[in-house]
């Protein structure tokens, strides 16, 4: 798995849709819910005629995990959800997860700390759920 500073990669061997559908499974997997989905190219084509490749973003949330992080700072939401692409590149379908220990390392409260690096350590496992079978 390739982890840049803001955010987590896998590479499949996957069709898109068919990435898509797995990365559902393994965020759920994970005990995220997938509460917003923006497809990229669609909302791309539609408003300024751009094509480009299929790209899609999905808002994961893992209700217990953002409860305590908004109960310890309740302006955290501003980071909320965790976003996760699915998007064709590179000779087959990319995932890449935000991390959330980088995307909340600018709220200076250890709670919130704590739950970044367990949502961090959750969306590594869904990750990882994607290149086991």
Known sequence: MEHRTYGIRRRLDLPYDQAIHRTREALKGAGFGVLTEIDVKAVLKARIDADVEPYIILGA????????????????????????????GEGGTIVEAMDPEAAMGIVQNPAVAEVAREAKALLVQALNLLTES
């Open 61 to 88: 949330c893992n209700p217990r995990l953002a409860h305590r992080a908004l109960s310890a700072e309740p302006e955290v939401g501003l980071l909320l959800p965790c976003n996760v692409v699915v998007r064709e």
